[in-house]
């Protein structure tokens, strides 16, 4: 509620006291209480924004980085169904795109521009990260990956190169290595089970530590690589929620 409110411009909580007091909807669209006086918009229900209205992304704020096991290693920022969450935050643009850049960047997640990004995803994801990656590439990145994801990104054209996974070191460089040294800029890594999952909690735990954004879905993914581009074309400025609202309502 607080975050549509903020959004919509409208005081969704008072709205809802005041109809729990016996006040109409029609009374809170009218405003003829003085009290009351634009507490709800005079037409519309908020389904139907009007055109040229902003994007709103909201992002959790996890704090992954201030625990530790008892071992003393990061927790894995894999979520479950646990209340992890200590906060939110907003962005706000005319397009998705940069929405969602602004609310990784508000959220302490910012997306990269450049560098390399390690691209390790379940079988069942594989074929829906082609596209995303080969786009990346055109952007300058270039891509880490490991198995059986190397094998379908390199048969579909993505020149990516091969290190070891964890659980199967050879005596060559790992991931873990790669991520601890701060030679990766963006992880996507989306679980899976046995040594994958094994991997993949050393993988997130480590970016956690160094500060490494990582994706662990698809469609999450797909946001970002359009919010990596719009970084790339696109520069924005800020504006108080006051007159975002007041905007909202010009726009009727």
């Known amino acids: 509620m607080p975050f549509v ?8 909580a008072k709205a809802a006291a ?59 920022s894999l979520l479950g169904p646990e209340m992890r969450s200590t906060g939110e935050v907003m962005g706000i643009d005319k397009h998705f795109d ?4 602004k609310s990784q960047l508000a959220g302490n997640n910012p997306l990269p521009t450049g560098g390399r990004v390690f691209v390790s995803v379940a079988n069942r994801d594989k074929r829906a990260v082609i596209m ?18 190397a ?3 390199r048969r579909n054209g993505v020149e990516t190169e091969v290190v070891d996974k964890i659980a199967d070191v050879d005596g060559g460089r790992t991931v873990l290595d790669l991520v601890e040294g701060g030679e990766i800029s963006l992880i996507v890594n989306t679980p899976s089970g ?14 956690t530590s ?17 919010a990596i581009e719009a970084l790339g074309r696109f520069s924005w400025s800020v504006t108080s929620l006051q007159d975002h609202h007041e905007r909202l309502a010009s726009l009727g």
Request: negative net charge.
């Open 5 to 12: 409110s903020k959004a919509t411009g409208v005081a969704l």
């Open 18 to 76: 005041l109809i729990g007091t016996g006040v109409s909807i029609a009374e809170l669209r009218a405003g003829s209480d003085h009290d009351r006086a634009g507490v709800l918009p005079a037409a519309g229900d908020g389904s139907q924004l009007p055109p040229g209205a902003a994007v709103a992304v909201k992002e959790a704020v996890l704090p992954f980085s201030r625990f530790r096991t008892p071992e003393g290693r990061v927790v894995d």
């Open 98 to 101: 940069t929405a969602f850049a």
């Open 132 to 149: 995303p990656v080969k786009r990346l590439v055109d952007l300058g990145f270039d891509v880490v990956s490991t198995g059986g994801t």
């Open 151 to 153: 094998d379908v990104l």
């Open 194 to 207: 046995g040594d994958a999952r094994s991997d993949g909690y050393e993988i997130r735990a480590a970016a």
């Open 210 to 226: 160094v500060g490494t954004p990582v994706i662990t879905t698809v469609a999450e993914f797909g946001a970002a690589v359009q």
